[in-house]
Structure formats: structure tokens, C-alpha cells
């Protein structure tokens, strides 16, 4: 997870989501949780960019 995800990943958590998969469900997923609550957008943006990140072998 880069610095500048991670960033957004706090202040905006769908951008984050966005620059990682682009317009997917999990857009849509963070967009509403973000929208019930910051914090459940933020938990759910960290989780999403983690389990990417393992997918790909970046850890």
C-alpha cells in the first residue's frame, strides 16, 4: 500500500478505492459505508487496499 493511498485511504476512502480498482462494486460498498459513517468508509478502504495488495504479492 503506497503513502498516497494510504492518505486517502483516511481522508477519502473512496478515492482510495477508486485508484485501486477503478468503478467496481467495492466503489460502490465504500461509497455507502462512507456516506453511513467515516469510519466504517475508512475501515473498509484499509481492509479493501490490504487484501488487494496481498492479492497482487506486493507483501
Do not use: C
Not at 455507502?32 to 466504517?40: A, K, N, R, S
Amino acid at each position: 500500500m503506497n503513502f498516497l493511498r494510504l492518505v486517502f485511504a483516511i481522508v477519502l476512502p473512496p478515492v482510495a478505492v477508486f485508484m485501486t480498482s477503478g468503478v467496481s462494486s467495492a466503489l460502490f460498498v465504500s461509497i455507502l459505508l462512507t456516506l453511513i459513517g467515516w469510519v466504517p468508509g475508512v475501515i473498509h478502504a484499509l481492509w479493501y487496499l490490504q487484501k488487494t495488495d496481498e492479492r497482487r504479492g506486493a507483501y
